[in-house]
């Protein structure tokens, strides 16, 4: 197996890594331009750059590029750094590309209604690879979801028992009921899943939670959960909702270090405030069958 392919393998496991390239040489190093070191999440390594310092050096960033998911280039003078005086260099130069190497991410979406159809289209423009989920027949089709990886239409107890949800993975409930979300989002909270989101209003995901933890789930479980769901634009109609949504998810993919204006009641709960509302309010799903 070469790295190419170990990459994808890495990929298609839900893992991340770093890929080491050596893209300038100048003088004499103990390997060659284009040379290529991926380091793996669990810090075991596929391939070489050379050994010696500048490898142990390149394997710590490659640690931190994978976790920031930012790439970085590294300059060594094997000249002039005593260190890397082992015997195994020749005084060269080089530099080395490290870039991440991050799985396909995943978006599953519970619930194929009009916030779902929506929410659909701007996540799948912005790269995320959409799995949608509804035990609806009419609503989980393929006709409402050309482009997605994958439609369930199934029961979701049935359907949440064979997905393998990993770190990479993102999940937003959106059902069309209080009982549909909090089925859901028992399972989720269980979850590796990077993101877990959930729409409607402060007080029915105070309710939702109280059941939840009379059942025995932890109290803090619950602080990861984006509830109500996406970053307070003003949101009113489902395709803003999506908007909102789509931004959170975003924000959450990059890591935006800045302060964000979210719905989540979880950043305001200090405040005693009880009257915050969500636009997600606006966003039930409809019950009848779509028009043909």
Same mark, same amino acid.
């Given at each position: 197996m070469d790295i190419y392919e170990e990459i994808v393998k890495l990929r298609n496991a839900g893992q991340r890594g770093a890929v080491a390239t050596i893209v300038n040489v100048r003088g004499s190093i103990p390997s060659f331009k284009t040379a290529k070191m991926l380091v793996r999440e669990d810090g075991s390594i596929f391939g070489t750059i050379g050994g010696g310092c500048v490898e142990a050096d390149v394997w710590r960033a490659a640690r931190e590029v994978m976790e920031q998911e930012k790439p970085? @280039?590294?300059s060594f003078d094997l000249n002039h750094d005593p260190k890397y005086d082992t015997g195994l260099v020749c005084g060269g130069t080089l530099e080395i590309f490290i870039e991440p190497v991050l799985p396909p991410v995943l978006l599953y979406i519970f619930g194929a209604g009009h916030v779902s159809t929506?929410?659909?289209? @701007? %996540?799948?423009d912005v790269g995320f690879d959409v799995t949608v989920i509804d035990d609806r027949e009419?609503?989980?089709?393929?006709?409402?979801?050309?482009e997605a990886r994958e439609?369930?239409? $199934?029961?979701?107890? $049935?359907?949440?028992?064979?997905? $393998?949800? @990993?770190? %990479? %993975?993102?999940i937003v409930i959106v059902t069309r009921g209080?009982?549909?979300d909090m089925q859901v989002l028992r399972w989720a909270v269980q979850t590796k899943a990077r993101y877990v989101g959930m729409i409607g209003s402060k007080r029915k995901t105070i309710g939702i939670f109280r059941e939840l933890q009379k059942e025995g789930l932890s109290s803090q479980i619950f602080e990861r959960v984006h509830a109500p769901i996406g970053l307070d634009i003003g949101a009113v109609t489902p395709e803003e909702i999506a908007v909102a949504i789509t931004a959170e998810l975003i924000a959450v993919r990059r890591k935006a270090e800045r302060a964000l204006p979210h719905m989540s009641w979880f950043l305001n709960h200090k405040t005693g405030d009880e009257n915050l509302t969500s636009a997600s309010d606006h966003a039930a799903e409809p019950e009848t069958k779509p028009a043909e």
């Open positions: 970085r @280039t590294l929506s929410l659909y289209k @701007t %996540a799948k009419a609503y989980a089709s393929r006709e409402r979801f050309p439609v369930i239409a $199934q029961d979701f107890d $049935q359907a949440m028992n064979s997905l $393998q949800i @990993t770190e %990479a %993975a993102y209080h009982r549909d």
